[in-house]
């Protein structure tokens, strides 16, 4: 058991990692999942409806994808060391992380489909080449395409901030604000499709910004005194409170307002405040949130979280004919078998591709 820890749970090597943001991983794929589940009717129980909030735990992965990818690389760009070697590591790793699952696992519904079996994403042949090539994504694919776009947009407004703006915290504001905006009104004006970066940018440069006070304030921020690290953690527990407020069912129940599961789906903007919000806060806080997302239990979820995306709908699709008791139990079985198939592709698949990088010297220009 201890050595199958070590392989879950191996340390990094390329610098800062922090245990808390595998439980926030873990937390955005249980929103997926549950919302998911829930509305499959299964439940661990009645009351227990999280129904429509599934992209709430998408928009956190968007966040936590900018936020650490943006923060390497304005910490590349500022110690000086973001030679050639560092770009080639970075595209490699990141192409890496998402491709090769994502098109094996596209593949795999895709043959499924084909052999008429009853637990699978439908996908025809079209459909498929449009997912390999960024231009489709069916069911929970969307946001595959989106994100992996980020990639490439992201080290260009990082460096913009660098080359042209010199890191100046105003103009860096205004610039991110100006894309925001045009994010907005080119999605109201225009009819931009379920895979469109533009889309979701205000989500990811949400993300941006928060890497970015996080290094270039993190001295102060360290050094807060007790009374603000608890503030900070208050504010960090009424964000958190505010996306649950935001769980169709719940809202409908506080408020005696009928609203669609996907009522929210397009408020992006409080979305990415909410969390960025309560990422800062419990990041600079006392600490007591940050430990309980460092539970070993809900790191798993986060270790395992991209995968556990990609193959829990024809694992809860097959779970929903089974047998069973109660609802409890089966909703407790597919969370149990989702996380087997998980384990033997992040063992097989995952982690063995993780180990590939590109090697350079952290040398200072």
Known sequence: MAGLKDIIFRKTSHGEHFNSLDGLRGMAVIFVMLSHASISGLRFAPWLDFSGSGKYGVYLF???????????????????????GF????????????????????????????????????????????????????????????????????????????????????????TAGAIILGSVLANRMLDLGPVSL??????????????????????????LD????????????????????????????VTGREIRLDFFHNWFLLFAALWTVFIFCFKYGRGWISRVL???????????????????????????????????????VFFGISLIFSLLIYILVERPLSLIKVKYEKKSA
């Open 294 to 332: 460092s539970f070993d239990g809900l790191r798993i979820f986060g270790v395992f979280s991209f995968s556990l995306y990609l193959v829990h709908l024809p694992v809860l699709s097959w779970v929903g004919t089974f047998n069973l008791a109660s609802n409890s139990m089966k909703t407790l």
């Open 198 to 223: 533009i889309k979701f940018l205000p989500i990811f440069l949400f993300g941006t910004l928060l890497a970015l006070v996080d290094v270039l304030a993190h001295e102060k921020l360290k050094n």
């Open 62 to 84: 968007f966040i936590l994808s900018s936020y650490l990818l943006d923060r390497q690389i304005i910490i590349a760009l500022r110690e000086g060391y973001a030679s050639t």
């Open 87 to 174: 770009w080639a590591n970075y595209f490699v790793r990141r192409f890496l992380r998402i491709f090769p699952l994502y098109v094996a696992v596209l593949v795999i519904n895709y043959l499924l489909t084909q052999n008429q079996f009853p637990h699978k994403i439908e996908l025809s042949g079209a459909q498929l080449w449009r997912h390999i090539f960024l231009q489709e994504g069916v069911s929970v694919f969307w946001s595959i395409p989106v994100e992996f776009k980020y990639y490439f947009v992201s080290p260009l407004l990082v460096v913009f901030y660098d080359k042209v703006l010199k890191w100046n915290i105003p103009l860096m504001l205004g």
């Open 226 to 253: 007790r009374t603000r690290k608890t503030l900070l953690e208050m504010i960090s527990l009424g964000a958190l409170s505010g996306v649950a407020l935001l769980i169709p069912p719940l809202f409908m129940a």
